[in-house]
Structure formats: C-alpha cells, structure tokens
C-alpha cells in the first residue's frame, strides 16, 4: 500500500513562490509515476504535472507550463513540485499521486492509483 503525505503548502502573495514536497512509502518509489493535481473551491480535480520514474521526462498543463517545475528525488523517496509566478487563480488543494509500475505520463486522475490528502496553497493579490 503506497502512503503520500504532502507537505509545504501555505500562503504566498501574487509573483511569489512555494515549494511543495510529497513524501511516499510502502512500494518502490523509483518504479511510481509521480504526479500533482489540484482542486479549487467548486472546481473539479485538474492535472497540474506530472514526471517519470527517473525524472527524465515531466508534463505539465498549459496553466503552469514555464512557471512550476516537478523534480523527483528517488534516494530520499520525494517528489517535489515548485511554484513560482504564483498566481491567484494557483489557489487550490494540491494532491499528490502515485501509479505503480510502467506507463505513459498520465495526466488523467483516473491514471493514478494512490493519493495524498492534500495541501492547501492560498495565493493572495
């Protein structure tokens, strides 16, 4: 059973940065495609990246493309994502995924089998 507990979410003002962590376990993490989501407040789930096993590859939705980067760090068991540029319409609850095994980068939610509670990042203008 893969556990991911996100971490690093909070408040930042319009322009500014954050820098969101997700910490997995219970599978090989080096053989988990890792991706991020987020929801905003009456919105559904929207894909915002995602990378590969080895981080050689990553994909990101045009909203954030050139703004946030997601790295991945498999002798730590981490996946990153940061935020720069922020924008107020960032605000959302970001979610950590994982799918096991081999496979194309997903940016389907259904793509991915486990998921992290959730951190709350408030961008203000």
């Known amino acids: 059973q893969v556990q991911l507990v996100e971490a690093g979410g909070g408040l930042a003002q319009a322009g500014g940065s954050l820098r969101l962590s997700c910490a997995a376990s219970?599978?090989?993490?080096?053989?988990?495609?890792m991706g991020w989501f987020r929801q905003a407040p009456g919105k559904e789930r929207e894909f915002v990246g995602t990378?590969?096993?080895?981080?050689?590859?990553?994909l990101y939705a045009d909203s954030v493309k050139g703004r946030f980067t997601i790295s991945r760090d498999n002798a730590k068991n981490f996946v990153y994502l940061q935020m720069d540029s922020l924008e107020p319409t960032d605000t959302a609850i970001y979610y950590c995924?994982?799918?096991?095994?081999?496979?194309?980068?997903?940016?389907?939610?259904?793509?991915?089998?486990?998921w992290g509670q959730g951190t709350q990042v408030t961008v203000s203008s």
């Open positions: 990378i590969s096993w080895t981080g050689g590859s990553t």
């Open positions: 219970g599978y090989t993490f080096s053989m988990l495609r």
């Open positions: 995924a994982a799918a096991p095994g081999p496979g194309v980068l997903a940016t389907r939610s259904q793509s991915y089998e486990y």
